[in-house]
């Protein structure tokens, strides 16, 4: 089955600097990769989301890199602010094939102001 | 529009037990998963209902059973608690059959197994 890994596993950055976390996956198959954030108390929130048919995404200050090959895949979030801690989940699956996530083992932002 | 509801939000239970918990979609969806969130670790899924019926279980015990309602509605069943069930256990919705499959996910249910 598929297996996610995730670094680091925490990350401090100061306010207005630039975050990356990292995700490799392990089944070539896996075509859909979202990326989540959670807060204290609160399930899962989508932040954004790449297809294997794509590199890379951005969304405001939030982007997505996909290296099919290398089988990797990454999230920036560049000037950051408190509000963007929180911990964060990347995941993989293959689309048309059922709902089933396999998520990282998460990272927890922490911005410092 | 209301997003995913669950109920209810904490749960403490003693080991034996049986517990249920219950999932709400977004309008108009139709799949619901339910997914283990074991603390300081990544959610785990469990198991998808389309339509009513089963589409996909994870690597979980018999004792985890689910099953979901005419109005889409899930319930998610552990039976024979055990200390290493605590967990947030997580409902999703998603539109099965657009274009993107999002899964919109619940606040969840915390349990504790004393």
């Known amino acids: 089955g598929e297996n996610v890994e995730q670094h680091p596993s925490t990350l401090s950055v100061q306010e207005g600097d630039s975050a990356v976390i990292k995700c490799t996956y392990s089944?070539?198959?896996?075509?859909?990769f979202p990326w989540y954030k959670q807060e204290l108390g609160k399930g899962p929130q989508l932040i954004i989301d790449i297809r294997s048919n794509v590199g890379e995404k951005k969304d405001q200050r939030i982007a997505v890199t996909l290296n099919k090959t290398a089988k990797h895949f990454s999230l920036h979030i560049t000037e950051t602010q408190p509000e963007d801690s929180a911990v964060y989940f990347c995941?993989?699956?293959?689309?048309?094939?059922?709902?089933?996530?396999?998520f990282g083992g998460g990272t927890r932002v922490l911005v410092k102001p | 529009d209301a997003g995913v509801t669950q109920s209810p939000t904490h749960l403490i239970k003693t080991r034996g037990q049986h517990v249920t918990l219950r999932c709400s979609p977004i309008s108009g969806h139709k799949s619901v998963s339910w997914y283990q969130q074991v603390l300081g670790q990544g959610p785990q899924f469990i198991f998808q209902y389309y339509e009513k019926e089963e589409r996909g279980r994870g690597n979980f015990p018999d004792r985890f059973s689910a099953r979901q309602f005419p109005n889409y509605s899930s319930e998610l069943n552990v039976n024979a608690l055990l200390l290493g069930d605590s967990a947030l256990y997580l409902c999703?919705?998603?539109?099965?059959?657009?274009?993107?499959?999002?899964?919109?996910f619940g606040p969840g249910t915390r349990l504790l197994v004393l």
């Open positions: 995941a993989a699956k293959r689309e048309a094939a059922g709902n089933k996530l396999t």
């Open positions: 089944d070539s198959a896996s075509n859909y």
């Open positions: 999703a919705s998603s539109h099965p059959g657009t274009m993107r499959e999002t899964q919109y």
